[in-house]
DNA sequence: GATGAATGAGTGTTCATTCAT
DNA sequence: CATGAATGAACACTCATTCAT
């Protein structure tokens, strides 16, 4: 048994008995104890390998998220079509990856939101996640939205993602990814649909309070 | 101080404390002492009034629940006009209620939404919930649309309203009411607009498995 | 309802319910509560009978021995014989009695003999408790046997009938009665017959060390 | 203080503890804070060694068990004569051993009884005990006696034996070994008797219930 | 007489963390 | 590197008791 450069392969090895105790008992009662029998150590290497309990939890939910941004990047290389809705296509899919919308990806997910209310070291990380999102879906609609437009599509989007995602997980039931997908483009191609109204530079302003979004013919 | 008939005051007092708890530390750390001693009470009375912590749990969460229902109910009955569209309005601004997108109030959704996932008993109560926002928006919708679609728009509405919510919880900042209402507000009108393109019985009836969503233009 | 008098029937009624909960879940889990609930009234009702919960245990452990002792009286009375035997044989049957040998009885009983190693009240009361049997063993037995073959013929007699109630008490069936009784006639009869070999005045007299009581042909 | 391997150590520095416990307060005040303290060591120390409080309590009975079973087995190897009498004798001494007839033996004997009760994991210890003695007992005396009549013999003397041990327990006094051990014999003398007047195959006979098995020719 | 609201100390148990080996 | 022994504070919960009504 090798001495050197365990670090790597011990740390992989804690972060999925973490997510494995998340996902049979939840965050609350995964205990020290408990991941440790998961992953097969003693109670004590856990210290050794992350400062504390705080530490392992943060680089877990680093890892579940570094799944979500390879899951997002791998299928934007396979692209061969550098359209503006090929890109938005490709960030839908990859947010409902299937490693993200298995149960300890879910279950883990949900539990460092509720978390991340009172950790700021989580909060950070919540708050980067949420904005690459909203980031990317605006970069695209930008491409053929006015700013103001493409903001509140992105925004939109972003959160209709992230429902679907939700009321998925707190169903209980297997996650219906075609559903969500198929919601997600309707979404995405009424707002694209924008463009061919919103001609005038004049209309791309940020229009007045009273609006709430619909055509200004409706 | 009355010693007969506090049962309603103190639950109510006790639920109040709890919200105040999760508020500051988190459910998770939201012990009985300190709900005890954000109520001016011992810690003893909750077994009392509550059976054990979990009772006490499941009693906020309805109690927070029925908040909401309370919102769009209020709003319901101030209602002249009764068209579907003047009712899906109710439903989503009685979702961004201020009952409900303030700090109290969003972390413990949150933290029930991850409690959930493993007390059945807090599952059975967030399935009714979830159930209750798609049932009603699809009733609405169904007015106007077939049932195909009047289903994708109730749960895409739902979803959307449930994201940009919990989008605007993890924020950590101000909840922007009037932001998420627009977007939401925009998405509806968006499906009613269905109505007039959706003219023919061929087309209610809902089609096969490769339909998206689009305009039939796109 | 009356609102006098209800001394002696709150009493009674509270007894009863302490030998159920006893019955039900041991002395070191029957609260107060329990006891109260069993018998139909409000906690705070006992201080109000019984100066705390160990004047309650005390009364009902009276309770329990005055129906013992009720038990061997009442057979006394409807004796005709009044020979030693006839009285030895009663007392057998009154410890054998049927207010002794049920669950409840047996469950309290073993419940007190434990904690009267620690508690004196209750000590005491045991300990004349177990005098009176031997006391009226020995005073029948001293009809017919000198004082030292008496004292060990009472004190033998009083030790097994307790330890067949004991082995009768701990085997969780229920309680062989016939059984019992036969086994501890026959150790009465054995003892009765010494009668016959013991005729002489110092024989009566205690022996020394050595023996150990046979039969001098044995 | 070395930190390995102190398993057995503990656990046997616990156990001890916990009779020290159970003779100063009764098991049922015997409280996991005092045990611990008794012993010197941390309140968490016992859940890391026993499981729980039960599991402390069932290992302290085994233990005190195991006492019992070694001072009949050490007195049975040093004995030179292998009639049943001889036996008999061991057994008997045994169960009055010095280990067996201390306070914090008496104290736990009779603490256990009761929980054994109402916690099956200790009543089945407790049967097995009981079964044990019986057995033993009835084992030597079948070398003499009919198989009924061993056995009638068998549960007296065992009833016996108890019986002289309870009533010494529950005396308060300090127990009177020779006294009790020159009752049970007396006793297992007059059941050996029997097999001078036991030798017609008529007699031999179980009187109401028929024959059941002795040797045709005893 | 009787209730049940209220207390607060005490219970067994869990747990993250430390550290000698 | 890795173990697991050990700690002690914190936890939810129980309970006998008190007392205003």
Redo the contacts between chains.
Sequence with gaps: MPKVGMQPIRRQQLIEATLQAVDQ?????ASIALIARLAGVSNGIISHYFQDKNGLIAATMGYIMSMLNEGVAARRQALTDDSPRAHLKVIIEGNFDASQVNGPA??TW??F??????QPSL?RL??IN?HRLYSNLCCQFRRVLPLYHAR?AA??L???????W??G????DAFDTD?????A???M??QL?KQHTLDTPDQAAEPP?T????PAG?
């Design positions: 008992v939840g965050l609350g009662d879910m279950k949900l539990a939101w509720a978390s991340s209310m009172h909060h919540q708050r949420d509140k925004r939109g972003a959160a209709l993602i992230d429902g679907l939700l009321r997980a707190l169903s209980g559903q969500a997908i198929r919601i483009y309707e979404y191609d009424l649909a309070r609006a709430t979004g619909q409706a």
